[in-house]
């Protein structure tokens, strides 16, 4: 069997998606508690001290933790919050306990369901993606009240209903619709789905649809790698899951019908509720969405959100000051939450004194606004905020506005800024306290694209280029020093390319072993995706291909090909732009491997040619080398005319001349299995026996499994029944110490093989009946041709209902 690479690591709190069983829910639970503990900086909490916190038993707690019993939903809600999860991570575990349960509960529909488009099969997941309620949330009751008759019409019996809820930046949008949304969440017990569509993100690169479609396939419980390769594919998919749910869907930030349409459930029981700045005039007419805009707030609004902030007492003292305050913030909720913000902070500091303040920021800014668009008046007010700042809180701020989100940590603010993490968090709680940034969650913090586009404007007002570039050159080393060093601990054989050391002012996150690795990734996968994006359109172009060259296997092994393929299109282009020969052939490598995990096989083998063509122009041997074994794995599955031997042996050729001896074995095992497939099966028992001892002394796990696997193949077609079964299981066992299920479902299938040949047709259906439980749990669609092997296996006047 030919081995891409190893599979080394644990499950992450970001492989959530993945999670069956209660034994792996609770390994999730456990590794939660650690990480909370390095955020602490103390030990782990004890059983006891949770059990204090909950108020449930020690005894269900160690039940709960050791997975000897499945916590029920909001024991589980709450432990989970006590070990500092973040709202999304706790909507994704919810999500993994509700399909645990449903798994125990056992299947809902008798055999024969038809699968939906894709050939996923519908997994029992109940998604809850909705981020946090704004807090002092005032005023909208019109708007409400106009909600609550969408809800509570016929609509959700016979009608698909659309909201469309539109109105200028910063008037409270998607406060009004989560609002909403979590006061009536209890109506739609198949769950919510959330999407910011960033439609209007400073970049000016909104969301994909594709991206969109497979952030909400993932939700529904489909494996990032059964997610299919065209977005009409994925769009009906998305639809076939949703088909006859009662779910909420909320598409925040909008920035068209287009983006839009694809992500429409089309199917009576769900209500989906659209935020966009823009009317979306066709999605009325098209699709009968029922618009609600959001106008300015009214003044008596404003004034109680004052209210609720700084008190009754406050405000009526100083009803004049408190008018003109509400005027300066235009009726916009967002201003006027930067404004209380501020005056809470300061509380012997008079109304009139703000007011003055806010006139004052007014006057320098007026050549910045503009009299038909209100929001641009909320310019003022985030000037007089980043005015009031410290020097080195309003600096931060500036760089902010370099940062690609869609949250940032405080490693990567003091980075950014170039300080200390412990100056840096203090200035983060600085803008915290100013309103001009959010906690997300444990040390995490977004920043609304208001302000995140003022902060880069102001930054080009007041910031030279130096210290633009160096801020951005910092933030970029930030991200990528600690991926480098996650990316080959996990990979341990694989080829390193040249990094400079980081720059100075950058605090370099740890990362020390392999479970440490996948859960930084985990935590940072958003932002990495995103700093490729951003690192090239700043012109970082190595920043950009070397980000997307180590978040290659991160991505590989959790099937995000869609966002491989995505990062590597960009890192090819950055390369191309600045003439770099080696990141132009790293980033057509990668690129061929997410296209043929996508099943587009004549694409990827044309790139791996192009980057052989740059190994020859850059003289790199061993990359030479990695191109041939690309092929010849590709070839192996692939060609009718088993061409992919001699990229093989030019593979093992290269690899042996530059004495990289991991790989020459492995290059063995590839030429051993293609000699397999061209019946040629005493010289592929020569080159895999050669393989294993070298594997052997290397202690090389996932080359031996792989080598193993391939041998056994090997003399299962010489009819050495015995030795092949033998082999199977060496490697079966190896690949239940990597971890690595699709390959242990492989060789099964060949154990399976083995044993039906030698005459034992028992353990041959159960081991077919392991490989297919596998296949099943990955959604993976070679599950079909093990239901026919087990088919053709009953006996004579059996039912072929019995297969599983």
């Known amino acids: ?48 001290e949770l059990a204090a916190a909950s108020g449930f038993s020690v005894a269900a707690i160690a039940e709960y933790f050791t997975g000897r019993t499945l916590a029920p939903t909001d024991r589980f809600d709450v432990l989970i919050r006590l070990l500092g ?49 704004v807090a002092h949330f005032t005023g909208r009751s019109r708007e409400l009240a106009e909600l609550d008759r969408l809800a509570d019409g016929p609509g959700p019996e016979s009608t698909f ?102 992500l429409l459930a089309g199917t009576p029981s769900c209500l989906v509720l659209v935020t966009s700045r823009n009317q979306l005039p066709s999605l009325v007419a098209s699709h009968g969405a029922k618009p609600i805009t959001v106008d300015l707030l009214p003044a008596d609004d404003a004034v109680h959100l004052l209210t609720a902030r700084l008190g009754a007492a406050r405000v009526a ?86 940062h690609p989100g869609p949250d940032i940590s405080v490693a990567a603010a003091a980075s950014l800024a170039g300080v200390h993490p412990a100056h840096a968090e203090r200035l983060v709680r600085e803008l915290v306290r100013a309103h001009l940034i959010t906690r997300h969650g444990p040390g995490r913090y977004v920043i609304h694209d208001l302000l995140h586009a003022f902060a880069a404007e102001r930054a080009r007002q007041v910031d030279d280029n130096a210290g633009r570039h160096s801020g951005a050159e910092r933030l970029f080393d930030h991200y990528l020093h600690p991926l480098y060093r996650a990316a080959m601990l996990v990979e341990p054989n694989r080829r390193p390319v040249p990094l400079a050391a980081p720059t100075v002012g950058v605090t370099v996150e740890e990362i020390v072993d392999v479970e440490r690795a996948d859960a930084w990734v985990g935590t940072e996968y958003p932002v990495l995706v995103a700093g490729v994006h951003r690192a090239a359109e700043l012109h ?62 004549e694409a990827a083998v044309a790139n791996l040619g192009r980057a052989l063509d740059l190994a020859d122009q850059v003289d790199d041997p061993l990359f030479e080398a990695r191109c041939n074994i690309d092929l010849a794995y590709l070839l192996a599955r692939h060609d009718p005319h088993r061409t992919g031997l001699a990229h093989a042996q030019r593979a093992l050729e290269l690899f042996a001349a530059a004495a ?32 294993i001892a070298l594997l052997t002394d290397l202690d090389d796990v996932p080359g031996l499994a792989a080598t193993w696997d391939s041998l056994g193949y090997a003399h299962q077609h010489l009819g050495r029944y015995a030795s092949a079964i033998a082999c199977h299981r060496r490697a079966i066992g190896l690949f239940r110490q990597l971890g690595d299920r699709f390959q242990e479902a492989e060789t099964l299938t060949h154990l399976g ?45 059996a039912d072929a209902a019995s297969v599983p």
């Open 1 to 48: 069997m030919p081995h891409d690479r190893g599979r080394a690591g644990s499950r992450s709190l970001a492989d959530a998606a993945d999670v069956r069983t209660v034994a792996q829910l609770a390994q999730l639970l456990r590794r939660l508690r650690r990480r909370h503990a390095r955020d602490r900086l103390d030990s782990e909490l004890t059983y006891r």
């Open 317 to 402: 003292a100083e009803p004049v000051a408190l008018d003109d305050i509400v005027a300066r913030c235009a009726g916009l909720p967002l201003a006027l939450a930067v404004v209380a913000a501020r005056a809470a902070g300061r509380p012997a500091q008079s109304l009139s004194r703000i007011a003055a303040e806010l006139h004052a920021a007014g006057d320098r800014l007026d050549p910045l606004t503009t009299d038909d668009d209100p929001a641009t008046d909320v310019r003022t007010v985030f000037s007089w905020s980043h005015d009031a700042l410290t020097p080195a809180a309003a600096r931060l701020f500036r760089l902010l506005g370099m």
């Open 85 to 133: 999860a973040t709202a999304e991570e706790c909507g994704a575990l919810a999500t993994a306990r509700d399909r645990v349960a449903e798994a125990r509960r056992g299947p809902r529909t008798g055999r024969g369901t038809p699968t939906p488009a894709g050939g996923a099969t519908r997994t029992a997941v109940v998604p809850r993606q909705l981020p946090a309620a």
């Open 660 to 691: 990289d001896r991991v790989w020459e074995a492995r290059a063995l095992n590839a030429a051993g299995w293609h000699h397999v497939l061209r019946g040629e099966y005493e010289p592929a028992v020569g080159c895999c026996e050669r393989a």
């Open 753 to 797: 093989e083995a044993l039906r040949s030698d005459g034992s047709p028992e353990p041959a259906r159960q081991a077919w009946t392991d490989a297919l439980t596998i296949l099943d749990d990955l959604n993976h669609p070679d599950a079909a041709a093990i239901r026919a092997k087990l088919a053709a296996l009953q006996p004579a006047g």
């Open 161 to 262: 209903v659309i909201s469309a809820i539109g109105g200028t930046a910063g008037a409270g949008k998607t406060a009004l619709a989560l609002h909403w949304a979590h006061r009536v969440a209890d109506r739609f017990p198949d769950g919510q789905l959330y999407v910011n569509l960033r439609g209007f993100d400073p970049s000016g690169m909104a969301m994909p649809v594709e991206r969109a479609l497979r952030g909400f396939l993932e939700a529904l419980g489909v494996a990032s790698s059964r997610i299919p390769a065209e977005p009409d594919a994925q769009a009906a998919l998305y639809r076939s899951l949703v088909a006859g749910k009662r779910m909420l869907i909320i598409l925040d930030n909008a920035l068209d019908t287009a983006q839009v349409r694809p």
């Open 540 to 601: 970082f172009d190595r920043h950009a291909w070397m980000l997307a060259w180590a978040l290659c296997d991160f991505q590989d092994r959790r099937g995000r090909w869609h966002d491989l393929t995505e990062c590597q299109a960009v890192a090819l282009a950055a390369a191309r732009r600045a003439a770099d020969l080696a990141g132009q052939a790293h980033a057509l490598r990668y690129l061929a491997r997410a296209q043929v995990r996508l099943g587009l096989l």
